[in-house]
């Protein structure tokens, strides 16, 4: 069974447009996406690590009131 790995930023913004994310926007300080009335902060480190991606895999599941599954992450790739 494949296990949570680390993903580039790039690969990251990919997969949040195919849920339905638009943007890449600038802030004060940090990027972000959005979907319909949420605001997802892009960290700027080139890799999230793979409790990174978790924390924020957590805020897009509840934007879009339902959970990424691995299987589903692995899909959108």
């Known amino acids: 069974m494949p296990n949570w790995s680390p993903c580039k930023r790039q690969d990251f913004i990919r997969r949040m447009r195919q849920l339905g994310f638009e943007g890449v926007y600038s802030g004060s300080k940090h990027q972000f996406m959005v979907i319909g009335q949420h605001r997802l902060t892009l960290p700027s480190n080139s890799e999230y690590t793979v409790p990174q991606l978790r924390m924020m895999l ?3 599941n509840a934007m ?7 299987e589903e992450w692995s899909r959108l790739s």
């Not at 879009?64 to 691995?70: H, Q």
């Open 64 to 70: 879009i009131g339902r959970e990424i599954t691995l």
């Open 58 to 60: 957590r805020e897009v």
